[in-house]
């Protein structure tokens, strides 16, 4: 977990992961800068097999601050979380079983935490398109950014350019793939997004997403999935569905 000011930032993402089904047999690692330790609730991670903090004053650049946890992370697999994506309960435990088989990655499908927005839809949509539940998953081409899981070696392998590649996670997972790496949709994890909900800043985060990848954000197949597999009377979900 990332944070680039304090722990209440990501608190409610900390909350999902304490109510995993196997908590105890995950590591947490929270990056951030000394602000963060200083009110860090140590009382949060009581459940966890370990945890730790990892102090930057890169927070300038996320892809900076995921380097430093992936890093510093002891297991031999590796999940990005955000502070606006939280866990369902048995997201880790899905995770660490399909882990288990040679998959470089592996993502989850994702929910839309506030549903009653077309902003919202949207932004999920654009994001997330690919890998909207309900979906059946198996072997994909690709898996969701910001919110998917890694074998760690694979990253590592990058080495002094791994927070540039962690900017465009699609790219890094093109390369993973034309070196004979292989990508898993899991449908037992889920994650339930939060997202924009006002245009302004929906398109301004669109924006910034464009200067990173160097593309259109209408070229995307997240984008075409609007057109071909918006099912939004599947979806009923809320936060308290991470619960």
Request: charged letters at 20%; hydrophobic letters at 40%.
């Amino acid at each position: 977990m990332v944070s680039p000011d304090s722990f209440e930032t990501i608190r409610t993402t900390a909350t999902a992961l304490r109510r995993q089904t196997v908590r105890d047999q995950l590591e947490i690692v929270v990056v951030g800068p000394g602000s963060v330790s200083a009110d860090l609730d140590a009382g949060a991670f009581s459940d966890f097999a370990s945890w730790q903090f990892v102090e930057t004053n890169r927070t300038d650049s996320s892809s900076e601050m995921r380097a430093a946890g992936i890093r510093a992370a002891s297991a031999p697999v590796v999940a990005l979380t955000e502070d606006h994506c939280f866990p369902a309960r048995d997201w880790a435990e899905a995770l660490i079983a399909r882990h288990a088989e040679p998959w470089a990655g592996v993502g989850a499908l994702f929910a839309n935490a506030n549903p009653g927005s077309v902003v919202s839809w949207a932004n999920l949509i654009i994001e997330y398109g690919d890998w909207i539940d309900p979906e059946r998953g198996g072997e994909i081409h690709h898996i969701g950014g910001h919110n998917s899981s890694y074998k760690k070696d694979l990253l590592l392998a990058y080495g002094d350019r791994l927070p540039d590649i962690l900017e465009a996670e699609s790219a890094m997972q093109g390369d993973l793939a034309d070196r004979g790496q292989r990508f898993y949709l899991e449908p037992k994890a889920r994650m339930i997004h939060l997202n924009f909900t006002l245009f302004r800043p929906h398109t301004r985060n669109r924006a910034r997403s464009t200067s990173k990848t160097g593309g259109s954000p209408w070229s995307s197949p997240s984008w075409m999935a609007i057109r071909i597999r918006w099912r939004p009377c599947a979806q009923a979900s809320s936060v308290k569905s991470a619960s």
